[in-house]
């Protein structure tokens, strides 16, 4: 499974546009990169998947550059409520299901 | 939105008890997985259940765990003596396909005290 790096945290305020860069340098051809979203105390929870270029749906939107070794994780206008650690996470969609967390991005959204 | 559905939400237990924690994955989710979190650490994979036997387990999963699915839509984690290392929040996860595709369905988790 590919390694992934994430800052450990970010700051940002409420109606700002946030950018979360994931490093995966070692990402095998069949590995898919998917993001998640935990509250404390809460279970994770799914927030978008991608292969290539530009993923989008109703909450963020995922960019892939061609080489695949990095992804971007969008927020479009966040709010306090999107306080929570975001996670990357990169594997093969045939596996198993051992998901491996890291440590995460702790974002932080001020008023 | 369909979700999966854990109880007890916190359990509290003396050292060397069993403990079963519970879980209802989302109805038409063939897949069923059992991870957990140590207060301010990662989220860790214990277990994977499919046609009602492990795929696969971690390290962390020996033989005081144990993993059933009883009925049409209970899916049980069971711990035999609990050790206070074994405090953790436990979350069930569910999704429709192999690997995850689209997704895992995470719980809301149980917190497990062991004392």
């Known amino acids: 499974l590919a390694k992934t790096t994430q800052p450990i945290s970010m700051d940002s305020y409420e109606g700002q546009e946030v950018n979360i860069t994931c490093s995966h340098n070692n990402i095998a051809t069949n590995d898919y990169i998917t993001w998640y979203q935990q509250f404390p105390s809460q279970g994770p929870r799914f927030i978008i998947q991608g292969y290539k270029t530009k993923v989008t749906n109703e909450v963020a939107s995922l960019f892939i550059p061609a080489d695949r070794k990095s992804s971007t994780l969008s927020l479009p206008r966040v709010s306090l409520s999107d306080t929570a650690v975001y996670y990357c996470l990169v594997g093969d969609r045939r596996s198993q299901g051992n998901l491996i967390f890291g440590k995460g991005t702790k974002l932080s959204v001020k008023p | 939105e369909p979700e999966v559905t854990q109880t007890p939400s916190h359990q509290v237990t003396q050292m060397g008890q069993e403990v079963i924690l519970r879980c209802v994955p989302i109805s038409n989710h063939l897949y069923f997985y059992w991870y957990r979190q140590i207060l301010g650490q990662k989220v860790e994979f214990l277990v994977s259940f499919y046609n009602n036997e492990i795929s696969e387990k971690s390290e962390i999963f020996d033989d005081q765990f144990s993993v059933e699915r009883p009925d049409g839509s209970n899916f049980t984690l069971k711990i035999r003596s609990t050790k206070l290392e074994d405090s953790a929040m436990y979350f069930c996860?569910?999704?429709?396909?192999?690997?995850?595709?689209?997704?895992?369905?995470f719980g809301s988790g149980t917190r497990l005290t062991v004392v």
């Open positions: 996860a569910s999704s429709e396909a192999l690997g995850g595709g689209g997704g895992y369905t």
